[in-house]
């Protein structure tokens, strides 16, 4: 069965304190992985999207890397701004239009 | 652009009452998707549709219809609302790409079944 984990599920963390989200996975053949970003009363904003084992991204603070069952979003040198829910979603090979979501890893930064 | 909009924002309904929710999207994207977020369960698929005309259920369909009769909007009906119904609703539209299928979202509808 295709799923999707997220850990923790709440992370406190204090500026300028750099941390990793986790999301693991298990789908057979990987079609991409994404990531989104979730403010309060908001939708998921896209943040990346990983293909294959190996890949990393970066955008500002922060990275996202993939492996054959797990990806880790870091975050470095986080600022208030960054406190959110962080998703992460999967797409199979086998069914193109089904996305399988963890739960959401929820962020926050104090100053 | 506008992107992905959402009608409306919130509204209460009472035990089986109908409501259409509409969703739209300005980036010629063919694919189309309704997921509801309820706490601590992640977002989980309603319905979705490859192209204008056509439909097909998702993860959680029971209870709810769509149509997709033009390629830009994208509606999900509830029939005889069910406070089960009580959710956040999302609309998503993608592209269809070499590798994933980026999804871009919605504001969000807050639904209330008393």
């Known amino acids: 069965e295709d799923q999707v984990t997220q850990s923790p599920e709440a992370l406190r963390l204090q500026e300028g304190e750099s941390s990793s989200l986790n999301c693991s996975y298990t789908?057979?053949?990987?079609?991409?992985l994404f990531w989104y970003r979730q403010d309060p009363g908001k939708g998921p904003e896209f943040l990346f999207t990983?293909?294959?084992a190996g890949e990393e991204k970066e955008k500002e603070r922060l990275k996202a890397t993939l492996t054959k069952k797990e990806s880790f979003l870091h975050i470095t040198a986080p600022k208030p701004e960054d406190s959110a829910t962080y998703l992460c979603?999967?797409?199979?090979?086998?069914?193109?239009?089904?996305?399988?979501f963890g739960s959401g890893t929820k962020l926050n930064v104090k100053p | 652009n506008a992107g992905v909009t959402q009608t409306p924002k919130f509204r209460v309904l009472k035990t089986g009452q109908s409501m259409t929710l509409l969703c739209a999207q300005d980036?010629?994207?063919?694919?189309m998707y309704w997921y509801r977020q309820d706490p601590g369960m992640g977002l989980r698929l309603i319905h979705y549709?490859?192209?204008?005309?056509?439909?097909a259920k998702g993860e959680v369909p029971d209870g709810y219809n769509v149509s997709r009769l033009k390629k830009q909007n994208f509606l999900l009906g509830l029939e005889s609302a069910a406070p089960s119904q009580t959710s956040v609703y999302f609309c998503?539209?993608?592209?269809?790409?070499?590798?994933?299928?980026?999804?871009?979202f919605g504001p969000g509808t807050r639904l209330t079944v008393l």
């Open positions: 998503a539209s993608s592209l269809r790409d070499r590798g994933g299928d980026t999804q871009y």
């Open positions: 789908v057979s053949g990987l079609r991409g």
């Open positions: 990983l293909y294959s």
């Open positions: 979603a999967v797409q199979a090979e086998r069914n193109f239009n089904k996305f399988y």
């Open positions: 980036m010629n994207h063919e694919y």
């Open positions: 549709s490859v192209g204008e005309g056509t439909t």
